[in-house]
Structures are given as structure tokens and as C-alpha cells.
DNA sequence: CCCGTTTCTCGTCCTACTGACAGTAATCAC
DNA sequence: GTGATTACTGTCAGTAGGACGAGAAACGGG
């Protein structure tokens, strides 16, 4: 076992969100090289003790102040060529985050500034290390997750409405899609969602029905991709 | 850098085919300590300048023998608790290989012996260190690509009739499927196969048209499980 | 050569799902 | 009130897919 050369292994998170009809992710500011001041993703070493989902979750924790169990949490890739760290030899374990958008927006601990960046606004290769890939990795396995996984429902507070769900497909897809059909297939779908029986007020137009996320894991049949 | 904790980095293959109408995965048997003579997923360390799809491929070709190009490799996922392996802290990336059947069964290079066993006789909690579970990860991520792209192919040699394209579903799923309904569903989906324009002969029955893979990635609409 | 067997391939219902769009319901601003 | 705005329900037509029927092309046995 010693004698095969030692690897540092860290995790980082591609933390997704909706704000204001716009698909944002989390990003850190670098404060030390290497790619001094340049985009990132949050991330950090894996204790040498503690488990890969452990150590996302506490990175994930550290980096928004949320405690846990909201939105959705799930492994993305490893990503390990010899050459993407030049400090050495550091294979990442990267992560998926799916989060209802955050009033508060975010306070860094162990990085120099913390932030949600609309897509619209990140360039390509602008990105430390290989970040972008894994930022496009994360991009399009959320899209595709919303075919034929409940997840949308993630990026939702606890209770919302069928428009707020839509938003989250349009802003996701970056598509628009028919309200009518829409509401029709979210409501025929079993498990997806499942009313709470209390309605909007206060906003423009006629109120809303609120809905929780359902018990289904698979959407039968899948919420396709015009 | 150096301060922090040293880990070893593996790759693991769940190598999976489709052997006389049974679907089978290629174990090794462990010739050493710990689980001495249980069956296990072939795999190896990953060298200190080797990129990870290099170190799965070259692993691949050393079990099998096959000359890469042939079938489907992709990443599966990495599994790194703390307490998997007891001679240390190891992660390991695993990847998933679809082949078609090869007609030498395997010889090994490195492990004990290694052979094509069928799914029916793998008892659960057989295998080595957490092997069961990443090999259920790979037949769970095989079933469900079945569905939406066309790696049922990749379990075919280059030229293939509708029919062994269908028990390979039948296979993989452990269900039956309507041939006159999978044979349109196939011909009627754009990319999926392309005619070569000969037949086979010498069968039982009428001659099938032979077939290649498509081009297609994707499959528009998906195939889903009954 | 005729005939049954096997397997491949095409065609025909019939139902479910979905895109397009009309129309109704409930609130607010004025 | 009236109009604007948003939520929801309903209709209709086109497509996809499950359940068959039936013909086509090989083989083997009398």
C-alpha cells in the first residue's frame, strides 16, 4: 500500500440556484494562488476520517450556513488529470447542489468572497483550475435531471406554486414553455406534486394553489425537452 | 500542500455483457489478503502521471485483452468511505464498461483467475470490499441508459440483427418485449440503427436484415422499461 | 413437392400523452 | 363597475406505443 504514490483528494460543489428568473451558481473568489483572484468553486480537502458525502455536506454547509436537509445533494464525477492542480497530484470528487434560492446571500469562512453568479455572466475559461468543465458537467446533468426526476421541486421553498415550478424549467431550460400544458402534465403526474389546499394572496392576478413536493423519485412519464 | 493527508487512488471496472441470453460481469478472484479467494471487480491503482479514463481503459484492455475501441466506457463513481478498505485510506473511481460478447473468455494478468459470472449467481455481499454495492450502481446506471441512449449496441459486435438487439434488452431488463413492436419502435426512431443491406443465413427462420449502430446519442423519443 | 415450423417484417386497431389554443375564474388597480 | 393580470379548465388533432393479425422467407420431414 506505501509504496503506490500518495494523492491529495478534495470535493467541490457545483451549488445551483434560481434568483430573480436567472440560473445562478455559487462561486468563491481565490485569495491566494494559485489563479489568485479568479473564479472558483467552493470546495475543500476530505478529512482523513470523514466520508465523501460528509465531507460535501460540510463543505456545502460552510460555504452557505445552511443546515442540511434542504433542496438536494448528489455526487456529479471525479475529475483527476496529473496536470489540473499545479501544486501536485489532487483528484476532486465533485458534487451537485440543488438549492431553493437563499435570502441570505452568502458569508464566506475560509475564502475571500463568496457569491451567486448568473450563467449569463460567466465566460468560458475564466474559471480556475478545470472548474469550468465541472460547472458544465453540473449544468447539464441538472437539465437533464429535470426530464425525468421530481428535482425541480429543489430549487422550490417548501411550498409554491405550479408558475413558480414552471420559472424553474423556463430558467433551467431556457426555453419558455405553454402554462396550460404545463399545469396539466404537473398535475396528472403521480407523486409529483401534491396539494397543500391553501392559495396565494396578495399578488397580482388570481391566487395560486400552494403545492409540496410529492413522494415520487421518477417522474412517469418523464417532463421531456421541446 | 504536503500537510494534508495522503490517500491512494484505484480505479474499479464493473465490465458488464450479454453471454447467451445471461447477463454477466467480469470478476477476478483476490489471490492475497484481505478477502483472499473472494470474487472481486477488476481494477488497480492509478499511476502518479496517469489521467483516470487512461487508467480505467488500460485496466480494461489488461483484463480482457480487447484492443479498447470496442464498446462503451464511462465514469460510474467514486466511492471513498473511510473504513472500505482496511489496509488504508483508498479511493476509488469506478467506471462502467459495456461490451459485446468476447469470444476468449478472459485470461489474467495480474489477479488469480478472472471469468464472465452470470448475475443470477452472485449472491449479495459476495464480493469484496464494497464491490456488491458499486456493482448494483452499474447495473442500476445500465438498465436506465438502455432506456434513453442507444448503449444497447455497445452489447452487439458491429453488425447485428433487430432480434439480438431485443434479447439484449430482454437481457439487461429481465423482461420481455413485443418483437413486433420493439422491431418498429427501433427502425422508427432516427439514429438508432442503419441498414447494412445484407441478411444473415443459415438460421432457423427468415433471414434478418443486418444492422449497425446510428449516429444518434440520444434516443428521441426514449425506450422505456414496460 | 407439399406442409408445418420458425422467425422476421409490415399493418391495423385503440388508448394515452402532448402541443396548440379557446375560454372561464378570481383577484387587483382605478 | 371596467380593465388588466394571472390561474385554471376544456377541446381538438397529431403522435407514440401496446396488443394483436397476417404475410414473407427460410428450413426440414414426409
Same mark, same amino acid.
Given at each position: ?15 445551483? +440556484? ?8 455559487? *462561486?468563491? !473568489?481565490?485569495?491566494?494562488? @494559485? ?20 465531507? =460535501?455536506? /460540510? ?16 455526487? #456529479?464525477? +471525479? $475529475?483527476?488529470?496529473?496536470? !489540473?492542480? @499545479? ?10 447542489? #440543488? *438549492?431553493?434560492?437563499?435570502? +441570505? ?5 475560509? =475564502? ?5 453568479? &448568473?450563467?449569463? !455572466?460567466?465566460?468560458? =475559461? ?16 441538472? /437539465?437533464?435531471?429535470?426530464?425525468? %426526476? @421530481? *428535482? ?5 421553498? &417548501? ?6 415550478? !414552471? %420559472?424553474?424549467?423556463? %430558467? ?7 402554462? /396550460? ?5 404537473? +398535475? ?22 400552494? $403545492?409540496?413536493?410529492?413522494? =415520487?423519485? #421518477?417522474?412517469?412519464?418523464?417532463? *421531456? /425537452?421541446?
Amino acid at each position: 500500500m506505501t509504496e503506490y504514490p500518495p494523492f491529495a483528494v478534495t470535493v467541490d460543489l457545483v451549488v445551483l +440556484t434560481v434568483r430573480d428568473d436567472e440560473f445562478c451558481v455559487l *462561486l468563491v !473568489r481565490r485569495g491566494v494562488p @494559485p489563479y489568485q483572484d479568479r473564479w472558483a468553486l467552493p470546495g475543500g480537502f476530505v478529512g482523513f476520517d470523514e466520508d465523501l458525502p460528509d465531507a =460535501a455536506a /460540510r463543505e456545502l454547509t460552510e460555504e452557505t450556513g445552511v443546515p442540511e436537509p434542504v433542496g438536494h445533494l448528489e455526487q #456529479l464525477g +471525479t $475529475y483527476g488529470g496529473p496536470k !489540473r492542480d @499545479p501544486r501536485g497530484r489532487v483528484v476532486t470528487v465533485a458534487y451537485l447542489a #440543488l *438549492l431553493p434560492d437563499l435570502p +441570505t446571500p452568502v458569508a464566506g469562512t475560509d =475564502a475571500a468572497a463568496a457569491d451567486w453568479l &448568473p450563467m449569463s !455572466r460567466i465566460a468560458d =475559461a475564466e474559471l480556475a483550475f478545470d472548474h469550468d468543465l465541472i460547472l458544465g458537467d453540473g449544468l447539464e446533468r441538472a /437539465r437533464a435531471k429535470l426530464e425525468y %426526476t @421530481p *428535482l425541480a421541486t429543489a430549487f422550490c421553498p &417548501p411550498e409554491f406554486t405550479i408558475a413558480r415550478l !414552471r %420559472t424553474v424549467y423556463e %430558467t433551467v431550460w431556457g426555453t419558455r414553455l405553454d402554462p /396550460r400544458n404545463f399545469h396539466r402534465k404537473v +398535475t396528472s403526474t403521480p407523486g409529483f406534486v401534491e396539494s397543500v389546499g391553501r392559495a396565494t394572496e396578495g399578488d397580482r392576478g388570481r391566487p395560486a394553489q400552494l $403545492y409540496r413536493r410529492g413522494t =415520487a423519485e #421518477l417522474l412517469h412519464p418523464p417532463m *421531456l /425537452r421541446p
